[in-house]
T-cell receptor
């Protein structure tokens, strides 16, 4: 049973380009969470998605950032017109239904490290 | 607003020592607290999860305690080994959320052989 898979592991973009980060949840998980970790800081919640639905995007910047989790395929975090401040590690986690699971343990991927030149 | 603080930010100790990592949180209304390990270039590994009704959890050489009323948790590592070198993060799940985790900035631990 593969864990949470994120790709690419490293992504280099020039200012103004687009970044697409992919996350495939663990088998049987339909809930995905994206977090951002700036250097020397803790993780910050960005967005929570179920299949085809955004449940909570309160931690995601209103401009340039978007996320989706289609019926088929991985979840995508998309950053348009990247700036140097977007350089960070982006982690994805998945879980079973958090309402039904009393512990709601989130399983994390290895992250995508985005560097903006 | 819940805030999580980890002290120290970095720690270097000789192999074999017992050590304690600290995590404090400002709001005691939490559902649980988790300790994670983060290795460079790798993902996060959950080490221990303590429910708010529990006082401690143990796994091998690791023991995590929780004092919800004082807003503190400690991670105790016995007989440290070079392989324990990593960044240790704690995260709390607030009572008013089924899924959000609030994270500390981590303690970077180096165990010297």
């Amino acid at each position: 049973n593969a864990g949470v898979m994120q790709n690419p592991r490293h992504l280099v973009r020039r200012r103004g380009q687009e970044a697409r980060l992919r996350c495939s949840p663990m088998k049987g998980h339909s809930h995905v969470y994206w977090y951002r970790q700036l250097p020397e800081e803790g993780l910050k919640f960005m967005v929570y998605l179920q299949k085809e639905n955004i449940i909570d995007e309160s931690g995601m910047p209103k401009e340039r950032f978007s996320a989706e989790f289609p019926k088929e395929g991985p979840s995508i975090l998309r950053i348009q017109q990247v700036v140097r401040g977007d350089s960070a590690a982006y982690f994805c986690a998945s879980s079973p239904d958090p309402v039904r699971s009393s512990k709601n343990i989130q399983y994390f991927g290895a992250g995508t490290r985005l560097s903006v030149l | 607003k819940q805030e999580v603080t980890q002290i120290p930010a970095a720690l270097s100790v000789p192999e074999g020592e017992n050590l304690v990592l600290n995590c404090s949180f400002t709001d005691s209304a939490i559902y649980n607290l988790q300790w994670f390990r983060q290795d460079p270039g790798k993902g996060l590994t959950s080490l221990l999860l303590i429910q708010s009704s529990q006082r401690e959890q143990t796994s091998g050489r690791l023991n995590a305690s929780l004092d919800k009323s004082s807003g503190r948790s400690t991670l105790y590592i016995a007989a440290s080994q070079p392989g324990d070198s990593a960044t240790y993060l704690c995260a709390v799940r607030p009572l008013d959320s089924n899924y959000q985790l609030i994270w500390g900035a981590g303690t970077k631990l180096i165990i010297k052989p």
